[in-house]
T-cell receptor
């Protein structure tokens, strides 16, 4: 069974540009999460989808970040316009609907804003 | 104050050594606790959940002290393959859905031959 997949694995963009990250969760996992790790810091929560609905978006840093999950399958995270401080590794994770005690992570997208 | 605090290390130990990692959490109402392992430039993976009574999985033993808000991980008979970053992870809320998790910065372990 395929795990959580993320695309692209790396992205280098200039300040002010737009980048869209994609996450495909494990099939059947209604819960989808975005996390981010900035260099030297801990992994931090961004938001949580249950199917296509945003359950918790309290971790989104500002309105330059937009996450969507149309149809409740894959999700995208768009950063527009990107700033230098947005650089980091963006992880997507998914978990089962009920009783899931494990979050399954993708390998992450390493974003560098120059 | 951070939700989860960990000593970042690094810990450098020889094969066969016993090593212990500690972590503290700030929210006394936190519900569930985990240790994740992350290899270099890879994704975090669940190593084990931490139960109130303590639990063991082979060479790994996890302990929880709710009164002190303290979690530990003990690795016995260290192997080269144990080299990784160990992340202390806390689920703050009740509920059957996993939900938001809080991560420590991780403790880096290197096991040398």
């Amino acid at each position: 069974e395929a795990g959580v997949t993320q695309f692209p694995s790396h992205s280098v963009i200039e300040k002010g540009q737009t980048v869209t990250l994609r996450c495909d969760p494990i099939s059947g996992h209604d819960n989808l999460y975005w996390y981010r790790r900035v260099m030297g810091k801990e992994i931090k929560f961004l938001l949580h989808f249950v199917k296509e609905s945003k359950q918790d978006e309290s971790g989104m840093p500002n309105n330059r970040f937009l996450a969507e999950r149309t149809g409740g399958t894959y999700s995208t995270l768009k950063v527009q316009p990107a700033e230098l401080e947005d650089s980091g590794v963006y992880f997507c994770a998914s978990s089962q609907v009920q009783g899931g005690t494990e979050a399954f992570f993708g390998q992450g997208t390493r974003l560098t804003v120059v | 104050r951070k939700e989860v605090e960990q000593d970042p290390g690094p810990f450098n130990v020889p094969e066969g050594a016993t090593v212990a990692f500690n972590c503290t959490y700030s929210n006394s109402a936190s519900q569930s606790f985990f240790w994740y392992r992350q290899d270099c430039r890879k994704e975090p993976k669940l190593l084990m959940s931490v139960y109130s009574s303590g639990n063991e999985d082979g060479r790994f033993t996890a302990q929880l002290n709710r009164a002190s808000q303290y979690i530990s991980l003990l690795i016995r008979d260290s192997k080269l393959s144990d080299s990784a970053t160990y992340l202390c992870v806390v689920k703050p809320r009740r509920g059957s859905t996993l939900g938001r998790l809080y991560f420590g910065r991780g403790t880096q372990l290197t096991v040398w031959p």
